[in-house]
Structures are given as structure tokens and as C-alpha cells.
């Protein structure tokens, strides 16, 4: 059995090694950047970031099979990181076509964090493709209870059929290729957990555990009742405040209903208690620029972010929209620019950078 000292060491040693190898590798043509991955894998077959990366590259090159072999380790190797997690639903979905593996991947998001937005709308997209479109408004509807001015899923919203009109959800999808359409039966996917029973209602007990009380929570937060969601939070906190996750959500909530200072303290006390999350620091540089105005602080934040992971898709688009607010549109062209190069299905980011080019 392996010393637990000695490989922490090797991590040490391997991350220091291969920040580098990036350093030095800035510049070079895709294919010569791949070779000295490679290489470092080679020495580091452990390292779940390079294998993300080079993941990313090989998508970029047009090699699907290296791609998802090396979206596939990374996770196996860090399958908390939400980050790897994403970029393997997304390649499932968008490049295999394997909706079954991706909704799995996005429902477990959900189970470990109800409020990433990424995930909803990332659902709700999914349920589309597939025809399922009363499921996709509840997604979709539950990102906008948490973001109201999130475009993707209020545009969304504006294009699905009211409940109202008595429209169903058809049976059948049209999926073009190339250029012909043609019709097909969707993917079979009615023993994946549904958007209600992920967010399923437990009756409250007298005494209750921290999961029970996060139940009823999420039940408040689905019903559209935030100010009561936040009372049991607090509860939650008082019974165990290392929780991080309950203060990320309390700073959610608290920023939703505009008392700012009391999301500041939760967001930073989230960050203190779980500092590699990366959800946690993104949601508190989202408040930092959105509620503060503290442009040059959020940045602080998307700067390390994309430094820990270069291929970073929100903190390139969060470090644009930065630079939008201090009047630097170069900059924000340029990682936005460089966000699509590695999601170029990202219709935010190209809406974004179709704006910054006729503003010229």
C-alpha cells in the first residue's frame, strides 16, 4: 500500500512541474502542447488536471476518442472536481449524444449542489433535445427563481409554450444531420430522477438531522418561499456551522433577497471553510462585482481560478464581463474569443462576442 506523505508529495512535485510545463509550452501550435502533456502524463499518470487538459485539446484537434478517454480519467480521478464533472456531461451530450450519461452526470450536480445554475440550465437544454419540454420550463424555471437575470434560461422560458395553451410535449424530436432531418424516437430515459424527485418534499420531524433540515429546505426554496428557507438555513448553521455548503446557499439566498452584506458574509465564509471549491469562490465573486461594484476583488478571484485551470470556460466569460464594466473591450473580446475556442457551443458567449463586434 501506498504511504498517504508520499503521495502527497508527488501532488506537490507534479503541480509545481507542470505549471512549468505551461508556462513554457504558451504559444506552441495544439499539436506540440498535446506532446508535452503527454509527457508529463507519462511521469504523472495521476494528475487529473493535465488529463482535463489535454482532454480539451484533443476535442479542439478533432480526436473525440483521445478526448473522451482523457474527460473520463480526469473524473475517475477527481470526481468531486465539478468542473471535470461538467466538461464530461457536456462532451456525453453535445459530441456522443449519450443523454442518459450526461442527465446522470447533472442530476448528481444537483443532489451535491441544488443551486448551480450550470447545471439547471444544462438540464433544461438536455430536456429539450429530447422533447421533454414541461420538464424543461421547471429547470429552467428554477434558475430563474435563483438568477432572475439569467438570459439563457429567461430566453428559454420565452420560447417554450405556456402551460396554459394545453400544449404537451411531443413524442417524437426532429434531430438534423448535415442536411438532412429526420424523426426519431427520443432516448429512453424514465428511470433517470425527474426534476421533482430530485427536489422531492420530506414531512419535517420533530427532531431532525442536518441532511433532513437541507430537505426541507430545498422544499421552501422549489416552492418559491426564500425568506423560510432561510430561517432553517440559519438553523442549519447554528447546529453546524462548518457546513459550507448551507453558508453558499444562505449567501444565495440572502443575495436574492438583497440583503447584500449578510450574503458577503456567508459567500466568505463558504470560500474559508471549503477553499477549493470552486463554486463557492465563483459565487462570491459574482457578489463581489454584481452587489459591490468590487470589480478589481471579483477579478482577483477569476484570475486565480483561471490560473488553477486555464480551460475554465465561466471564469474566462466572468473575467469579459469585467472587463466590459471597466470599459477594456479588448480584453473582453479576447476571453471571450478564447471561451469558445474551447466551448464553442456556448451561445452566451457567442451572443456576447456578436454584441462586442458590431459595438466597434
Not at 105 to 131: C, M, Q, V
Not at 141 to 164: F, G, I, K, M, Y
Not at 330 to 337: C, G, L, T, V, Y
Request: with cysteine.
Amino acid at each position: 500500500m501506498s504511504n498517504p506523505t508520499n503521495q502527497h508529495l508527488i501532488l506537490i512535485e507534479g503541480t509545481a512541474t507542470y505549471e512549468r510545463i505551461l508556462a513554457d509550452i504558451r504559444g506552441l501550435e495544439t499539436e506540440e502542447v498535446i506532446r508535452h502533456i503527454q509527457d508529463f502524463v507519462k511521469i504523472y499518470p495521476e494528475f487529473a488536471p493535465a488529463h482535463n487538459d489535454v482532454a480539451m485539446l484533443y476535442y479542439q484537434e478533432g480526436n473525440q476518442l483521445k478526448s473522451l478517454a482523457h474527460y473520463e480519467k480526469a473524473h475517475k480521478l477527481d470526481p468531486g472536481n465539478i468542473t471535470y464533472r461538467k466538461n464530461l456531461a457536456d462532451f456525453y451530450f453535445v459530441e456522443l449524444e449519450w443523454t442518459r450519461d450526461a442527465i446522470n452526470i447533472y442530476l448528481d450536480i444537483l443532489k451535491d449542489n441544488p443551486f448551480d445554475i450550470e447545471a439547471l440550465n444544462a438540464l433544461g437544454t438536455i430536456s429539450l433535445r429530447i422533447g421533454r419540454k414541461e420538464q424543461a420550463r421547471q429547470y429552467y424555471s428554477r434558475t430563474v427563481q435563483l438568477d432572475s437575470n439569467n438570459h439563457e434560461a429567461r430566453l428559454a422560458l420565452q420560447q417554450l409554450p405556456s402551460p396554459a395553451s394545453g400544449t404537451s410535449d411531443s413524442k417524437q424530436i426532429v434531430q438534423v444531420n448535415s442536411q438532412v432531418s429526420r424523426v426519431e424516437e427520443p432516448p429512453q430515459v424514465t428511470d433517470t430522477p425527474s426534476f421533482q424527485n430530485l427536489f422531492h418534499a420530506v414531512q419535517p420531524k420533530l427532531a431532525r438531522s442536518p441532511e433532513e433540515i437541507y430537505k426541507e429546505v430545498i422544499e421552501l426554496v422549489d416552492a418559491d418561499k426564500l425568506h423560510e428557507a432561510i430561517q432553517l438555513l440559519e438553523v442549519l448553521v447554528a447546529q453546524a456551522p462548518e457546513n459550507g455548503l448551507a453558508h453558499n446557499d444562505l449567501g444565495v439566498l440572502y443575495q436574492k433577497t438583497d440583503n447584500l452584506q449578510k450574503s458577503r458574509y456567508h459567500h466568505e465564509s463558504a470560500t474559508r471553510l471549503q477553499p477549493a471549491n470552486t463554486v463557492f469562490r465563483k459565487n462570491l465573486a459574482d457578489l463581489l462585482c454584481k452587489g459591490f461594484g468590487e470589480f478589481e476583488e471579483a477579478l482577483k478571484i477569476y484570475v486565480e481560478l483561471f490560473t488553477e485551470n486555464s480551460y475554465d470556460v465561466e471564469a474566462m466569460k466572468s473575467i469579459a464581463y469585467i472587463c466590459l464594466e471597466v470599459d477594456k473591450q479588448d480584453d473582453a473580446r479576447f476571453f471571450m474569443e478564447k471561451a469558445l475556442e474551447i466551448k464553442p457551443w456556448d451561445q452566451e458567449a457567442a451572443e456576447a462576442l456578436r454584441a462586442l463586434k458590431t459595438s466597434i
